[in-house]
């Protein structure tokens, strides 16, 4: 079964917002989607240059032409510029009614206005009320409820206030509200909830769009309204967290993210074992494991945290003079490796994977011949403050290394322990096989293969 969604907005051309926002969450969500064009804009991360809206009479053409062949299941709208133009939408949703989430666009996130006050005071009395969801921002919710929110109490009242309008369901989004969280306000039929969020670091150029769409997605593929909302708000946190790097203003969201790592699994699970077939060819790799044995690990695109780490449970032990792995890997089984590669990534760094082996003087010289860079920390001079949080130590170590190499990309990094804590050497790389090629290296110029 094909799901199937309309985009009712404004075509970016700058890729970050609107249409093209929505289509990519579309597909993230294996959704078909659709569009009709309400205006071409000339944007990019910084600016609109300019806005030309298309005649209400051809909007009306393009919701004829994807209904009368191809249907949709739900629908959305983003910038609708003009009250003719809005009142062909609402004309249309009348005659056809279907599921239907507002995204009441006002601004752009970098100012422009992206409608008019006459074309919004038709939304609130034409549009709103046929719909199912609406998602404005704290200025949206504003304007649409006619007097200022200043806190969360000031949202679940704009909420009702909104709700009375006709539409089924609210939901203020808090984004714009002060706070080291996130709290969106839900108000659906009478009753109010919170959704609470961390706030995440990232670029939000087209996240009104991408968390409409969202929504609009998971209806279409037969979700409650709740469920979808709850489910909308967890992908557009990762859509900002890992928005695109792009353009000199503000950074666009990233709604494939989610759909990169989760088709990655399988890849990386097949290159580690892959490359742990090669290790275990290595002779005299054996002299090289160290105490608390090794592990390889590599993580997805974009992770979260050490659950998008895949390494081997049972780690990797000596076996007669070379080395085996007793289990398959698997993801989130790994800590300090883990931490060393996301903290990696979190500084800029291709660095998806890594091996540890023991650290000898003999094999950092080695490492100097052959070329590579050699980042290197003393867990002795690790603060007392960051001794005290779990798993802080790594990635401070990491960062201190970084720093002593001159901000370059590391090859290895090394340090020669603490008390209690083995000395140790890290080997770096794009994906497993490169970690592999600079273990075979060092094993060479060390004579030992």
Known sequence: MVFKALTIAGSDSGGGAGIQADLKTFNALKVYGLTVITAVTAQNTVEVRSIYPLPAEFIRYQLEAVAYDIGFDSAKTGMIYGEDQIDAIARFFY??????????????????????????????????????????????????????????????????????????????????????????????????????????????????????????????????????????????????????????????????????????????????????SRLEGLKNLSKLIPEVRSNLVMSLPYPRGLEDVAGYPSRIAPYRDGVKAFSKPEFGVSKHLARAVLELQKLGFDIRSAINIRYSEELIEACRRIGFKIGFYDRREEPEDIKKIEGATIPWGIRRAIENLGGCKPDIIYHMGDWGKEPMILILGRDPSEVVDKLETILKAIGDN
């Open 95 to 276: 005659e056809n009614p279907k599921p239907l989430v507002i995204d009441p666009v006002y601004k752009a996130t970098v100012g422009a206005d992206l409608t008019t006050s006459k074309a919004y005071e038709v939304l609130k009395h034409k549009l709103i009320p046929l719909a199912t969801v609406i998602t404005p921002n704290i200025d949206e919710a504003s304007i649409l409820a006619g007097f200022k929110i200043d806190d969360i109490d000031d949202a679940v009242k704009a909420a009702e206030a909104i709700a009375e309008l006709g539409c089924e369901t609210v939901v203020v989004k808090g984004g714009h509200l002060k706070g080291d969280r996130v709290v969106d306000v839900v108000y659906r039929r009478g009753r109010v909830r919170f959704l609470e969020s961390i706030r995440v670091e990232g670029g939000t150029h087209g996240a009104g769009c991408s968390f409409s769409a969202a929504i609009t997605a998971y209806i279409a593929r037969g979700l409650p309204i709740d469920e979808a909302i709850d489910r909308a708000k967890e992908f557009i946190i990762d859509a900002i967290r890992f928005s695109e790097s792009i353009g000199r203003g503000v950074k666009p969201v990233n709604p494939l993210a989610t759909l990169y790592r989760d088709s990655e699994r399988f890849r990386i699970v097949s290159m580690l074992e892959e490359a742990m």
